[in-house]
Structures are given as structure tokens and as C-alpha cells.
């Protein structure tokens, strides 16, 4: 279980609720994984995306405060960082 909380009006997490990441993304949702340091992890690839293209936001996200370079081959293919 995760703890998901809005990101807005509830800083604190006083009223956080535990549930499932599953059940807070929609179907067409994409999302980035941090670590506890902040270093990404790895990116979350919606179901049937899989060889879709990289949002051009995400991408420039990932590019610009985690230096991803998309050039390289098997950028999200190593233990650290991981394709999901």
C-alpha cells in the first residue's frame, strides 16, 4: 500500500489515506518514481503504452532535474532505474 495525499491544502499529510497506486491513476496516467533522495528510479508506463512515445513534458522533466539522456539505449533498462 501507498500513502497518496492531494498536493494541495493537505502539506501536513495530517489526513493522509493509505491506498493502492493503482487505485489513484487513471487508466492513461503516467508517472515518475523518486527515491526517498530524490533520484529517480524509474518511470510508470501506462498498461498498453509500452511502446509509445515519452510525453515531450515528461521527458523534458526527466532531461532537465534528473539528466536523463533518452539517447542512451537502455536508459530505464539497469537495476537502479526501472521500466514499468
Known amino acids: 500500500m501507498s500513502i497518496y495525499c492531494k498536493l494541495i491544502g493537505d502539506s501536513m499529510m495530517a489526513n493522509h489515506k493509505f491506498v493502492a497506486i493503482e487505485d489513484v491513476l487513471d487508466t492513461d496516467d503516467w508517472g515518475l518514481i523518486i527515491n526517498k533522495n530524490g533520484d529517480l528510479k524509474g518511470l ?19 532531461e532537465k532535474y534528473f539528466g536523463v539522456d533518452w539517447e542512451e539505449e537502455d536508459v530505464f533498462m539497469d537495476r537502479q532505474n526501472t521500466l514499468h
Do not use: F, N, S
Not at 498498461?47 to 521527458?59: C, H, L, R, S, T
Open 44 to 62: 510508470y508506463v501506462p498498461k498498453g503504452q509500452e511502446d509509445d512515445e515519452v510525453p515531450e513534458a515528461i521527458m523534458t522533466l526527466c
